[in-house]
């Protein structure tokens, strides 16, 4: 069965600075990959994914994440991370052959210092 | 509409009852799913519609649960006979009819509370 694990429950960092959230997966294929954010109260909304091709993703909001396979790794990055991206962080991986219901890893929690 | 809407936002019961929760998918999409996301369990699925095949419930934690998707649009999770383990934001996600590859986009979830 497919596993994903986010090593980091809770992340700080400064206005201005980078980011980076980490993401491993278990699964014996190659994986759709996807990170979504959650912000208090609301759903959740795509940031990027990953099915083929370029190994290094472009979302919005200025994020991009890089595919490893050798390390089965997904981590999300942002060069310069603003206050509004203060949120909950979820990395999935689609199951290809069902309905690509989503596997999510626990999350992580990330707070801005100003 | 423009997004995946979800209705009570909240909703509180009492041990026992049972709870009916709506999902509106954006129009057109074939696929829906529910999730569930807990306190103790994280975000996990519940059960799959595509189409008018059979869903997959594989995700279903109890019979206590079921859900139906009438008309091939609005779907309806029913919880029987609530416990206070069922409290959590229940999300739902519809997907397009590209395929797999799709992206899937959720509504703003119920907030279940069991007292």
């Known amino acids: 069965a497919q596993s994903v694990t986010q090593p980091d429950i809770h992340i700080t960092v400064s206005e201005g600075a980078s980011l980076e959230l980490r993401c491993n997966y278990s699964?014996?294929?190659?994986?759709?990959l996807f990170w979504y954010v959650q912000s208090p109260g609301q759903g959740l909304q795509l940031l990027l994914k990953y099915f083929s091709g370029d190994t290094l993703v472009q979302g919005i909001k200025g994020f991009e994440a890089e595919f490893k396979r050798s390390q089965s790794s997904f981590n999300l990055r942002k060069p310069s991370v603003h206050w509004s991206d203060a949120a909950e962080y979820f990395c999935?991986?689609?199951?290809?052959?069902?309905?690509?219901?989503?596997?999510f890893g626990g999350g992580t929690r990330l707070m801005v210092k100003p | 509409g423009a997004g995946v809407s979800q209705s009570p936002s909240n909703k509180v019961t009492e041990k026992g009852k049972d709870v009916e929760l709506r999902c509106d998918p954006i129009?057109?999409?074939?696929?829906l799913y529910w999730y569930r996301q807990s306190l103790g369990q994280g975000l996990e699925f519940l059960i799959y519609?595509?189409?008018?095949?059979?869903?997959?419930k594989s995700g279903l934690p109890s019979d206590r649960f079921s859900a139906e998707r009438t008309g091939g649009s609005v779907s309806t999770l029913t919880i029987q006979r609530t416990q206070q383990e069922d409290s959590a934001v229940y999300l739902c996600?519809?997907?397009?009819?590209?395929?797999?590859?799709?992206?899937?986009?959720f509504g703003p979830g119920t907030r279940l509370t069991v007292l």
């Open positions: 996600a519809s997907r397009g009819k590209r395929g797999r590859t799709d992206t899937q986009y």
């Open positions: 999935a991986v689609g199951v290809y052959n069902a309905g690509n219901m989503l596997t």
């Open positions: 519609f595509q189409g008018n095949s059979a869903p997959d």
């Open positions: 699964y014996g294929a190659t994986p759709y």
């Open positions: 129009s057109g999409h074939t696929a």
